[in-house]
């Protein structure tokens, strides 16, 4: 009897944007499986997944753009579903629902079942706004009543987010919800390292995080403690509005950009405060 684990195949569209340490950290922890990464295509200066384990659709050639279009609109991607096939995969595990609405093909091709985790994006937007979005999105509302009947499992990362599946009309009975961990070993607090003022955000800087209503905060908070600092971790789309906010109305402020796991951890150990202001 072979002494191999059996495999899951972890499915992201784009593999794997560096503030998904989650997706790696939880795959990376399976004991009883060997997971396999699978999608379109690599982000650049991303989380790296082992290459021996990961599966791509689009290498940034001509012909990988075009594979990655024909499997986008026509879920056609034999590239993909063979070598998936091979390895004989117990199931499909996809991120977010358009994960798992862009993995749908991919199932019926290996005709196995499919778990999707939703992290808090999708189910909170709102559909008339979700008709208006980008083409995958888009998709993902056309296949939402199939997702329903073929997946397997939904996965919510909190009670807040089963709400608005079963306001949507997800089953009940296949909603369970699964708080994402961490690593207590790895996040512990370091006593040798002096707190300093510093008020610290670690997020992508973009509308839902709320920054923006961090910083008009500062602002306040630092007219009676001018000592505090205000460290941003993260990048995004609104990075720039948002430093000329702080040029405008902060006195003591640094923005670091994204930055790897153990820089984030050595922030957390030396800040005194953690700001997490996202919004609706």
């Known amino acids: 009897m072979s002494s191999e684990k059996p495999t899951v195949l972890i499915y992201r569209d784009w593999l794997l944007p560096p503030s998904e340490t989650f ?6 922890a399976l004991e009883r499986f060997t997971p396999y990464y699978i999608g379109s295509r690599l982000i650049k200066d991303g989380l790296r997944t082992p290459s021996e ?9 001509p012909l990988g753009w075009m594979r990655e279009a024909c499997f986008k609109i ?45 992290h808090g994006y999708e189910e909170m937007i709102a559909d008339e706004i979700a008709q208006k979005s980008y083409f995958s999105y888009r998709q993902y509302m056309q296949r939402r009543e199939i997702l329903k009947q073929e997946v397997s499992l939904f996965l919510t990362v909190s009670q ?7 306001r949507q009309g997800f089953p ?9 961990g961490i690593d207590t070993e790895v996040f512990q607090a370091d006593p040798s390292i002096q ?10 800087l973009v509308e839902k995080k709320g920054c923006e209503y961090l910083i008009r905060a500062m602002s306040e908070v630092q007219a009676l403690q001018p000592e505090l600092e205000l460290v941003l971790i993260g990048d995004g789309k ?11 109305s902060l006195h ?11 820089v984030v951890k050595d922030w957390m150990n030396r800040a005194k405060i953690f700001c997490v202001p996202s919004i609706t």
């Open 172 to 180: 009940s009975d296949k909603i369970v919800v699964h708080y994402t």
């Open 74 to 118: 026509a879920g056609f991607a034999p590239t993909l579903v063979a070598p998936a096939k091979r390895l004989n995969p117990l199931l499909i595990h996809a991120h977010f629902g358009i994960g798992g609405s862009l993995a749908l093909p991919l199932k019926r091709y290996l005709q196995i079942p499919m778990i999707v985790t939703y």
């Open 195 to 204: 707190r300093e003022p510093i008020v610290l955000f670690v997020a992508r």
């Open 238 to 248: 609104l990075r720039s509005s948002l430093e000329a906010m702080a040029k405008a």
């Open 252 to 262: 003591k402020y640094r923005f670091l950009g994204v930055q790897p796991p153990e």
């Open 160 to 166: 807040q987010s089963k709400e608005y599946l079963l």
């Open 53 to 61: 384990r990961t599966l791509l659709l689009n290498e940034r050639s």
């Open 23 to 28: 997706v790696l950290a939880q795959a990376e």
